[in-house]
Structure formats: structure tokens, C-alpha cells
């Protein structure tokens, strides 16, 4: 009997033979619409069975409808002569042993179907439309004992969805919880331009991914992951918001800003003042379940800096703006005269006061700041290690009662110990008119205003 050849057309473009080629145990591919998804993660299965023998592959989608037309009719095509399917169990059986079984999970119930099943691949088209609980619990079904292959598990994927914030998470974010290992995952970003074929057979659909609203525009065309349905602070952009660390310079003002938490989440966040007015935030601590006299030790330790010639020193920190709500008296021992939050700071070596709680001007100083100054930086940067800054603050929304505000179920901790100190600074707007006058000022080929006779200015 003639041996089975399997035939398969097509070629990867650069970033599908990327993840063609990847042997990490988590591997996510896309970010994007149109980077070719569906193609790649099918070529990878088909390319993993017919390589090992006896190999068992589960390939998913989020709903029946979605999984014959994305992976059913097209591995029929793909496969066809060569692997056996049976339409029964939805699976594909290739000559050598090794199993494709199609499968989907409409609600949280449907993951039972999976329990006690083992499976040495497992592959989630679109992962961000699963939930969190589908994507942890399925994922238990992928183990093995064999010696010639580890398990693996792939991701194809689109910014938003319910499976959004823990993809990201994993992927992007890289924040990482007990018994997960940073170097077992990988991303693998894919866009748009990046599916040569898909440019060249629709060149059209790229306009189309450009003219959606800008929250779409920005995740299924940038491939941004921090863009969201009624985003606040839709200015942000890590491409230039987020800046490598460097060592402060001894002589630039430091301060600090916190928002207080016990059961939520305590934010501190340090800031340099640059000598051109710019600000960096270059450290920060988010934790829960901290005393405030832990907490107050824990920050002057933190309050340590290396500076551009290695030497280690005490941070001179000018001030430290703090929550209101750390003064208030918060029991019937307090109401006798203890201590408050803000009191156990102060006895503890970390003087506070406090901190500015307009919220809306608050919020317009954050967007202010975030503007690009006119020598093409942002006024704030913030340094890639303050990853819970960077994590929540572009996932704030607006208030769907006061347009103007944060609504109140966000993890805002972060954001509001950024807004406490910058709400400590001057405006961007007054900055730049003092730039002006200075430049007037100090520049002989500016006419200086003199005063004329109707009280007005003219210039000579």
C-alpha cells in the first residue's frame, strides 16, 4: 500500500514562521486583526501530528458556529485524502496515530467535556473571547508523559474580549503570580502589514481597520492592548509614555505620592523633577495587607538611589503627598485620640501632607501631562519597572454618570497617587507661558511691550 503524502500549500510569512518555529510551553501569536491566525495555528497543528506519532492535539473555539467555519471546513480541505475525519467526536485521525480533535466552549459548564482528557497540545483560537476560568481550567488537560515532546499550549489572539485582562497579563504585561515562570511564555506580535498575502490579495481591508472608532482603530489595527471601550486617558501610549530606567542625578528634586489602602491595594509612587521641568516616575511600591507603620518602614528603605556614577545614596525626598483620608479617625480608639494613618507615617520617619483631592482638576492635570511638550516628549514618563502604573492606568473609563470623572469600579490606586502628585506641580499650560515670558525676556531680538497712554500695550 502507497504511503500517505501530505500536501500542503501556502508559505508562512516572517512572523507566522516565528511562531512556526517556537518551542515554549505558552506561546501567543497576533494583537492584531488580519495577521493571519487562523492560517498559522491550523499549520502548526497539522505540521505537530504529522511529525510525531501518536501526538494529541486540541484545537478550540469560543462557539460551535465559529469552529466549522474557521477550522472544520478548511482542515477538511487541507487534509483531505490524508487524515481521517470522524464527524461524530470532530476529529481528525492521521496516519500515524496522532489525533486533531476540534472543540469549543460556548459557557463555563462546557469545560467539563474536557475534564480528565489529557492532551500534549492544546490551542485557543482567539483566546481572548474564552474566559479566564475556561483558559485556566482547560489548560489543566494539557499534560503528558512522554519523553520526546512537552506540552504545549498556543494562543491566537486579539486585544478586548473577557479573556483580555489575562492575556494580557501573561503576554504582554508579563506580571507574573506563584508557580508561573516568566520564561515559559512568549508573544509573538502579529498586525495587519504584517500578512503579506492578505495586503496583497485585499489591500482595501487595512482602510477598513483605519476608519473604525478609535478605541477599535487602536487594538485591531495598532495592536494596542491597553486600548479599551470608553478609555480616560486614550493618550496614553506606552511607545512613548513608558521610558527605560536611568540613574536620577543627585541634584534633581525628588517627591513622592500615595494613595493609601490596607485590604485594596497601597500605592507609592516616586517622581524626579528634570532640570527642563520634565517628569519621571521612577519608582513605586503596590501592595496590600501592609500596616501603616510596615508601610511607612518599607518606603524609607525603598528611598534609596544609585546615581549616574554608581554610588549608592539616601534620596533627599522634598515632600510626600498623601491621600486624605490617611487623617481621618476610623474607630472608637482613634475617636479617643489615637492614631491615625497619617500619624503612624509621621512617628515612623515618613513625614506627609496632604495631597490635592479635586478629582476632576486632578484627572486634567494627569491628561495635561500626558501631552507632548514642544521638544517632542511627553511632559511624564514613567519608568518600565512601575508596572502597576502602566497596567491601570490606561484601563480606566469613563463614569457613565459624569463624563468628566473615573468610574468608580476601576483599580484606580495607581492612578491616584499619580494624580496626587501631579496635582503638586504646575500645569503644563503655566509652564509653557513661563517659558514664553522667559524667552521674551531674555531674547534682544523680541521688542519688549511698553505701556501706552490708553493703558493698553504696544510694541515698539
Known sequence: MAKKTLRLEGLPNPKQDLFLRAVAPRIAYGGARGGGKSWVLRRKFILLANRYSGLKLLLLRRTLAELDGNHTQ?????????????????????????????????????????????????????????????????????????????PRIYYTCNPGGPGHDYIKRLFIDRIYEHGENPDDYVFIQAKVTDNTVLMETNPGYIKTLEALPEHLRKAYLEGRWDAVEGQYFSEFDPAIHVCAPFPIPRDWRRFRAMDWGYNDPCCVLWFAVAPDSHLYVYREIYQNQTSASDMAKLVKKRSVA?????????????????????????????????????????????????????????????????????????????????????????????????????????????????????????????RKEVEKKRLIAIDPLTPLPRKNNEGGFFYA
Open 74 to 150: 478548511p482542515l477538511l480541505k487541507e487534509l483531505n485524502g490524508f487524515a481521517k475525519y470522524t464527524k461524530d467526536n470532530k476529529t481528525f485521525t492521521f496516519p500515524n496515530g496522532s489525533t486533531i480533535k476540534l472543540g469549543y466552549c460556548d459557557t463555563d459548564n462546557d469545560v467539563y467535556q474536557y475534564q480528565g482528557q489529557e492532551y500534549d497540545v492544546i490551542g485557543f483560537e482567539e483566546a481572548t473571547a474564552f474566559t479566564e476560568w475556561m483558559l485556566t481550567y482547560i489548560a489543566t488537560s494539557c499534560r503528558s508523559t512522554r519523553t520526546d515532546f512537552s
Open 306 to 430: 544609585f546615581d549616574e556614577h554608581g554610588t549608592q545614596f539616601t534620596e533627599h525626598i522634598t515632600y510626600t503627598a498623601a491621600s486624605p483620608d490617611m487623617w481621618q479617625k476610623r474607630g472608637l480608639r482613634d475617636a479617643m485620640g489615637g492614631e491615625t494613618v497619617a500619624d503612624t507615617f509621621i512617628a515612623n520617619g515618613v513625614p506627609i501632607v496632604k495631597a490635592d483631592n479635586d478629582r476632576l482638576n486632578g484627572w486634567m492635570r494627569v491628561r495635561e501631562n500626558l501631552q507632548v511638550a514642544p521638544d517632542g516628549r511627553p511632559f511624564v514618563q514613567i519608568f518600565s519597572t512601575c508596572r502597576d502604573l502602566i497596567r491601570t492606568l490606561p484601563l480606566l473609563t469613563y463614569d457613565k454618570h459624569d463624563h468628566e470623572d473615573v468610574a468608580d469600579n476601576c483599580e484606580d490606586h495607581a492612578p491616584e497617587a499619580f494624580r496626587y502628585g501631579l496635582m503638586t506641580r504646575p500645569s503644563p499650560a503655566k
